[in-house]
């Protein structure tokens, strides 16, 4: 392993995880189709893997939001860069990210989600950096509970890179990485 990262959760638990919210959610959602919203980018690898471990009828809908400046600049400065395609009137929703920090884009989007009429929404995080939390929000199924340190991997990106990490690795060194941004290309292939 990389002197610059190590692995936080690895891809088989994480495999394991997913595989069990799968079943949370299919327990709770029997007899109903939920529409699943990911939020891009970087719940795309989670949404993946999720959508296969829940054994219901379901959609799934896509949505690009932007955020400007620091977390606490961006309050109330959130924009929707893409919208999804269907409408959720009347429809069971469930969120799907891939982390949860300040809570400041989800508060913003289950806002602007509520107002199109949903029957219910709940969110579903792969991590919940809830040390991070300014806007209180519930949600409902948390993967793993994250520590306050930088991670990248399973669609987690550094400048973009690195999002296709089979693991999720801590990076305790951020400025190390910002040298060399390339350091963690040879853990790519494993
Ligand atoms: C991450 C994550 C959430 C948001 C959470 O997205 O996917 O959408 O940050 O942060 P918050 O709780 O502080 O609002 P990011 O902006 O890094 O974009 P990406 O998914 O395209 O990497």
Redesign the pocket.
């Known amino acids: 392993m990389s002197e610059v990262a190590s692995v936080l959760f690895g891809r088989e638990d994480i495999r394991r995880r997913v595989e069990e919210l799968g079943r949370s959610i299919t327990g709770d959602y029997e007899g109903r189709e939920p529409v699943l919203i990911s ?5 795309s690898m989670f949404l993946a893997d999720l959508m296969r471990s829940i054994a219901l009828p379901l959609e799934v809908e896509f949505m ?2 932007s ?1 400007y400046g620091n ?1 606490t600049e ?1 309050l109330g400065r959130v924009r929707i860069l893409m919208d999804m395609r269907g409408d959720i009137v009347g429809r069971h929703v469930i969120v799907v ?11 913003y989007l289950i806002t602007t989600l509520r107002a199109r009429g949903p029957e219910s929404i709940a969110i579903c995080t792969l991590l919940d ?1 809830s040390v ?4 209180p929000i519930d949600v409902r199924y948390v993967g793993f509970d994250c520590p306050d340190r930088f991670v990248v991997g399973y ?3 550094h400048r ?1 890179r690195y ?1 296709n990490l089979a693991d999720i690795l801590a990076v305790p060194d951020v400025a190390a990485l910002e040298r060399d941004p390339g350091a963690l290309t040879p853990l790519l292939a494993g």
């Open positions: 939020v891009l980018k970087g719940g690009a939001i955020r977390a961006s990210e891939d982390i949860v920090d300040t809570g400041l884009t989800l508060s950096r991070r939390r300014i806007a669609g987690l990106d973009e999002r």
